[in-house]
């Protein structure tokens, strides 16, 4: 009588352990990826920083019937002279590499124009140096 309830609790933690290893390989698929971001930072020809000036994105991709994605996006730096881009949506889940973006600012008749290389999932970051 014995054996039989010692094989019982054997089924019985055998199926428990399953049901764990399951929840958290679920739980562990279910993780949010981190935001694609690209932090501008615009100075004058002295490296000071400058606030209010208008920054845009401009990309177009090379391969159109592929990816007709092109990204157009604008703000306003703060007065730390930051600009902040949100680019998770510009990503398709599972596409690997790197996204040029040209980084055009303008300031009371001054321009400036730099190259930003962004990197899914990662915080960027670019100097723009108005002049």
């Known amino acids: 009588m014995q054996m039989y309830k010692k094989k019982k609790l054997n089924v019985l933690a055998l199926c428990s352990f399953i049901w ?32 209010d000036v208008k920054v845009w994105l401009v990309a ?15 703000t ?4 730390s002279g930051k600009a902040y881009f949100d680019l998770t949506n510009f990503y398709k889940p599972g596409q690997i590499g790197v996204m040029q973006i ?23 970051q670019v100097l723009l140096q108005i002049q």
């Open 20 to 51: 764990l290893l399951g929840t958290g390989i679920l739980f562990g698929s279910c993780k949010e990826t981190p935001p694609t971001t690209l932090e501008v930072t615009v100075v004058n020809a002295n490296g000071t920083v400058l606030a």
């Open 60 to 74: 177009e991709p090379t391969d159109t019937t592929h990816n007709p994605l092109a990204v157009q996006d604008s």
């Open 102 to 124: 040209k980084v055009k600012g303008f300031y009371f008749g001054l321009t400036g124009e730099a190259l930003a290389e962004i990197t899914e999932q990662e915080r960027n």
């Open 76 to 79: 306003v730096s703060n007065d």
